[in-house]
């Protein structure tokens, strides 16, 4: 049984889009739930909620809020976790600072984050504020492996109903370019810990020892990696790229993840907006660094600080002028690949561009074959592999083609998404040494000033998990199977001697192949073509690109995937969707009170959710109220009853309504559970007789501006009223 305290589900709240969804939707989930005797909880992970958490000693008693992020990080290492978690705010500095004056103006008294911290107090406030910041909130919670996958419904109606796909021709001159050398694929050393270690990273120069880190520390077992990226190997494949792009007459575009990777892959990006700048930092170097310019914060801010330099800008010009055209993040307002560090993320960049049929936009807003620079080798194969299978058999048909389904290695910050505390940009040419306390030296790379140096690791009980997980999920679906997993890769090669013996041992190795990455590609690219199933078993990395790759090319979307997080310790995460919180639905709504969103993937969560429960506690009336949602989920999809774009035509709060209605109907036709059928044949009877009212009352809302009492701070009341317009639909609910 549950402890008293803690319900049987948590229902995360959040920020933006989704949380304004919850407005209409968590209130008809309590009501059901409640049904079967299953309560549904909050908890506030949302930024604000955060911040709140963070500063009680500035807030009055009454405004103190508890740390439920701290709460869940507890609760997902115990068997009885189960949550349901939306897309959250991994806050910019920008997004941190507004929600700080937001809550000011309410009345907090928070302290200004301070952006160049002076005193001590400051520091402190600054060192607080930086735990809020970026990802802060996935990694507390995702104390498990990741499964991945298209729900059965939502699969079926992609196939019935086929999003439209551009056209790959054999003489399209898209690539896909990478380093031969000097990258972090090439440089890679790996060891697997015999016994538990504490560690050091130090650098030796010829001017001493400087220590970049200490206190690292290690359980037996732990892969630790270690590798560095050449700034001069970087620079110069930049300027043979930018050369070759030039001459093939195709556009650039730089692909990479700023967010996620946030101490390498911004300065990465530095170094080609200095390299496709070469001849104006040639010349006005140190005029530039006056100006506060930093190649690591993008074009648009250079352009911004030099705007009133009519040399530098005439150097600008005539620079742009003799390089090849960028591809466009927007083209109507000018903004190129190389203006915002985390404007172009390659998880969503490269499936779209590979679902245009190899287009990107150019400066001309006109379609344009692109020279795809991903300069890093270790996973830009994928997107080789997938380019030349496209030009070769044209693009995919999402009518009739299979899945990709995805079993990652995500627990305990495994490998690069966890690396960031031990990523170093070199600051002098010597030797980069990570010893452990013993002695050994563990890894060893002589380095350059400016080369990008990182050590990132993954634990034994995770990976050993996710084998595990993939045994047990590629045992339920019965397809191919593959760990992509390249043998010459020194940190896949320590893996792969994990995955081996387990297959071995379990008696399931004749189940499974492993695969390098680009081999791997092609392979599931193939099977999905003939319209069969496959799981790809990957490391941390590979399942954020593939869970948007694949479900792009088949589905248009990744918003729409079940996406389960199997918690270590028995119990259950369950994430909405792969996508974020929308900020551009929540100005919709605000202008015109039409919320796009589509809560298909808490339908798909909740369903997981139940079944959870009830496998997890024997609750067959759990079990029922989820096998009614998958029913509900369905008829949502068969329906066409997702909300709609445009304003005056259905939207989120209409697609709730007729999941409640189909989800009554479901309940009150099965047979399994007798109480509960007899408690929802009236609610179903309601809800389909309101239905002209309700309809009505819910299209009578749109069209004027609302308040919501704040941005990420709403009022609750008034976001109820919002959300919540239709008084026949409220009475039935309640
Ligand atoms: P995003 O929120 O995923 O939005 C990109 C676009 O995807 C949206 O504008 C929308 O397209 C579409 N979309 C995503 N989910 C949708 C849904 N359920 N229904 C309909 N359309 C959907 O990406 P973003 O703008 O990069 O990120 C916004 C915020 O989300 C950031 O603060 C980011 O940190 C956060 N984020 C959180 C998570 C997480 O918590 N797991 C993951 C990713 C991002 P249209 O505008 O064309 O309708």
């Not at 749109?702 to 919002?722: F, I, R």
Request: hydrophobic fraction near 40%; proline fraction near 5%.
């Amino acid at each position: 049984m549950s402890d008293q305290n803690t319900p049987d589900i948590i229902y995360t709240k959040v920020d933006e889009a989704p949380e304004l969804a919850s407005a209409s939707f968590l209130p008809i989930i309590q009501k059901f739930a409640a049904a079967a005797g299953v309560s549904v909880g909050t908890k506030d992970i949302s930024l604000a909620g955060r911040i709140l958490a963070t500063f009680p000693e500035y807030l009055s008693a009454d405004q103190r809020q508890s740390d439920d992020l701290a709460d869940l990080g507890k609760l997902v290492k115990t068997p009885e976790a189960n949550v349901i978690k939306l897309p959250n705010i991994s806050a910019s500095v920008p997004q941190l600072v507004a929600a700080v004056k937001e809550l000011q103006s309410q009345g907090f008294a928070l302290p200004d984050y301070p952006e160049t911290p002076a005193s001590d107090e400051e520091k402190a406030v600054r060192a607080k504020y930086d735990t809020i910041k970026g990802s802060a909130v996935n990694p507390v919670l995702r104390e498990g492996n990741s499964d991945r996958r298209a729900a059965k419904a939502v699969k079926s109606y992609a196939q019935s109903n086929p999003h439209r796909m551009g056209d790959w021709t054999a003489d399209s001159k898209t690539r896909v370019a990478s380093m031969s050398g000097g990258d972090f694929f090439s440089n890679e050393t790996s060891a697997t810990l015999a016994k538990e270690a504490t560690a050091k990273i130090v650098l030796e120069t010829a001017n001493g020892e400087t220590v970049l880190k200490e206190g690292l520390s290690y359980p037996a077992g732990t892969v630790v990696d270690a590798t560095f990226m050449s700034a001069a190997a970087l620079d110069a494949f930049l300027a043979e790229e930018i050369a070759s792009t030039k001459a093939e007459g195709t556009l650039f575009s730089l692909h990479m993840k700023a967010t996620m990777m946030k101490v390498s892959d911004p300065i990465i990006f530095g170094h080609a907006v200095k390299v496709f700048l070469k001849p104006v930092f040639d010349l006005f170097s140190p005029e530039m660094e006056e100006l506060g310019v930093n190649p690591n914060s993008g074009m648009g801010d250079l352009l911004n600080r030099v705007k009133d330099q009519p040399a530098i800008m005439a150097a600008i010009d005539a620079c742009l002028a003799k390089r090849p055209p960028l591809y466009m993040v927007d083209s109507d307002k000018g903004i190129t690949n190389l203006h915002v560090p985390s404007d172009v993320i390659i998880d969503a960049s490269m499936p779209a561009l590979i679902r245009a049929g190899g287009k990107g936009w150019g400066p001309d807003g006109k379609e344009s074959d692109a020279n795809c620079v991903i300069p890093d080798n270790s996973y830009a194969p994928v997107y080789d592999e997938s380019v030349k299978f496209f030009k070769e058999n044209g693009k995919l048909n999402p009518a009739t083609a299979g899945t990709v389904q995805n079993i990652g290695l995500m627990a305990q910050k495994a490998e690069e998404y966890g690396s960031h505390p031990t990523t170093f940009e070199i600051a002098e040419a010597g030797t980069v040494k990570m010893i452990l306390d013993d002695g050994t030296v563990l890894h060893e790379h002589k380095v350059e000033a400016g080369d990008i140096w990182r050590s990132a690791s993954a634990r034994k009980a995770p990976i050993e998990d996710w084998v595990m997980l993939a045994i047990d999920r590629q045992r339920a679906e019965g397809t191919r199977a593959i760990f992509w997993l390249d043998e010459n890769r020194a940190h896949d090669a320590e893996l792969i001697a994990y995955v081996k013996p387990i297959l071995e041992a379990k008696g399931v190795a004749d189940k499974f192949e492993i695969m390098a990455p680009r081999e791997a590609t092609r392979a599931s690219l193939e099977t999905i073509t003939e319209g069969k199933n496959t799981i790809a078993i990957t490391g941390n990395v590979l399942r954020d690109y593939l869970t948007d790759l694949f479900p792009i090319l088949e589905l248009a979307t990744s918003a729409k995937m079940l996406s389960i997080v199997k918690l270590m310790n028995g119990g259950g995460l369950f994430e909405t969707g792969a996508g974020g919180s929308a900020p551009k639905h929540v100005q919709q709504l605000m202008e015109e009170n039409h919320l796009r969103w589509d809560s298909l993937g808490e339908f798909c969560a909740l369903g997981e959710s139940l079944q959870f429960l009830a496998d997890a506690r024997s609750n067959e009336k759990a079990r029922v109220l989820g096998q009614a949602v998958d029913a509900a989920t369905q008829g949502i999809l068969d329906d066409n009853r997702s909300p709609s774009r445009k304003v005056g035509e259905p939207d989120n709060r209409n697609s709730h309504y007729w999941f409640a209605r189909y989800w009554a109907e479901a309940l009150a036709a099965q047979n399994s559970e007798a109480e509960l059928a007899a408690y929802f044949a009236p609610i179903a009877k309601a809800l389909a007789e309101g239905e002209a009212a309700i309809l009505a009352e819910l299209a009578a809302a749109q069209g004027p501006a609302v308040d919501l009492g704040g941005y990420y701070h709403g009022d609750a009341a008034k976001t109820a009223a919002v959300m919540r317009p239709s008084a026949t639909l409220n009475a039935i609910i309640g």
